[in-house]
Antibody
Framework: QVQLVQSGTEVRRPGASVKVSCKAS????????LHWVRQAPGQRLEWLGW????????KYSHKFQDRVTIKWDTSANTTHMELSSLRSEDTALYYC????????????WGQGTLVTVS | DTQMTQSPSSLSASVGDRVTITCRAS??????LVWYQQKPGKAPQRLIY???TLESGVPSRFSGSGYGTEFTFTISSLQPEDFATYYC?????????FGQGTKLEIK
């Protein structure tokens, strides 16, 4: 079955960077895109971007474009999301999720990774 | 960006009640809208896609409708396991935008 298993809790100081991983299994990766979505305490879900696994092409929300990098590691079947210049407002639960490339929604999600900036 | 306005932000209801949640898009998005259910400490679960298509295995008491800018999500007869937070998501254009969520609580 489809599984997206994320890395563990992270704590960072303001100004630092964080890298969160999401290992995929149970589906043909090249058919899909892998998204990153975050949820700050008491806030709505917020889309950061995705990577099209077939062509390794990322797409980012303009809000995060200068701070986020999303990559796919073919050897490890893992997507990584790195967020730089962290501030307290980046404290959130970060999710990876699967969807078809293009304008398609996400159908399966990882368990979430808590990132605390303090 | 296409902004999504979801209402109400919270809703108190009883088991057996019918409830409706609305999402309004700031521009037309065809039927590129989905509804997610999120329970505390869990990832969102997609219930409805293409505005009105029920995900496999989701009970038929859940339904969705709408096209363009106005969308509704209905639970016909609330069950205890339905008390959760519900989000709409527009995926017609980038960036994808979620509604602010509706927290459904037991009266």
């Amino acid at each position: 079955q489809v599984q997206l298993v994320q890395s563990g809790t992270e704590v960072r100081r303001p100004g630092a960077s964080v890298k969160v991983s999401c290992k995929a299994s149970g589906f043909i990766f090249s058919y899909y895109a892998l998204h990153w979505v975050r949820q700050a305490p008491g806030q709505r879900l917020e889309w950061l971007g995705w990577i099209n696994v077939a062509n390794d092409n990322p797409k980012y929300s303009h809000k995060f474009q200068d701070r986020v990098t999303i990559k796919w590691d073919t050897s490890a079947n893992t997507t990584h999301m790195e967020l730089s210049s962290l501030r307290s407002e980046d404290t959130a639960l970060y999710y990876c999720a699967r969807g078809y490339p293009g304008i398609a929604s996400m159908d399966s999600w990882g368990q979430g990774t808590l990132v605390t900036v303090s | 960006d296409t902004q999504m306005t979801q209402s109400p932000s919270s809703l108190s209801a009883s088991v057996g009640d019918r409830v409706t949640i609305t999402c309004r898009a700031s521009q037309a998005i065809r039927n590129d809208l989905v509804w997610y259910q999120q329970k505390p400490g869990k990832a969102p679960q997609r219930l409805i896609y293409r505005a009105s298509t029920l995900e496999s295995g989701v009970p038929s008491r859940f339904s969705g409708s709408g096209y363009g800018t106005e969308f509704t999500f209905t639970i016909s007869s609330l069950q205890p396991e339905d008390f959760a937070t519900y989000y709409c998501l527009q995926h017609n254009n980038f960036p994808f935008i979620f509604g602010q969520g509706t927290k459904l609580e037991i009266k």
